[in-house]
Nanobody, 114 residues
Framework: QVQLEESGGALVQPGQSLRLSCAASGFTFSSSAMNWYRQAPGKEREWVAYISSGGGASRYADSVKGRFTISRDNAKNAVSLQMNSLKPEDTAVYYC???????WGQGTQVTVSS
């Protein structure tokens, strides 16, 4: 069956880095652009980053531009989000999304706090 499984969330201090991963199965991963979204407590889910199906194009929300990097490995059916210079406002549950099919993972918690 279709599965998107995020991992890598943790409690970190401001300024530190974290790398999230999303493992995909059950569909043709290489045919779909992928996104990362996040949802903070009491807020709506917001888009964070996009990467094209082949990995040649990426885009970022202004709030993370220059700090986050999205990447993918189609041979491993995985997409990652490298997050540097983390801020308390980055605290949220992070979700990966297979854009073409509308699939979502269950999310991974990132907490940035001193």
């Amino acid at each position: 069956q279709v599965q998107l499984e995020e991992s890598g969330g943790a409690l970190v201090q401001p300024g530190q880095s974290l790398r999230l991963s999303c493992a995909a199965s059950g569909f043709t991963f290489s045919s779909s652009a992928m996104n990362w979204y996040r949802q903070a407590p009491g807020k709506e889910r917001e888009w964070v980053a996009y990467i094209s199906s082949g990995g040649g194009a990426s885009r970022y929300a202004d709030s993370v531009k220059g700090r986050f990097t999205i990447s993918r490995d189609n041979a491993k059916n995985a997409v990652s989000l490298q997050m540097n210079s983390l801020k308390p406002e980055d605290t949220a549950v992070y979700y990966c999304n297979a854009q073409r099919f509308g699939f979502w993972g269950q999310g991974t918690q990132v907490t940035v706090s001193s």
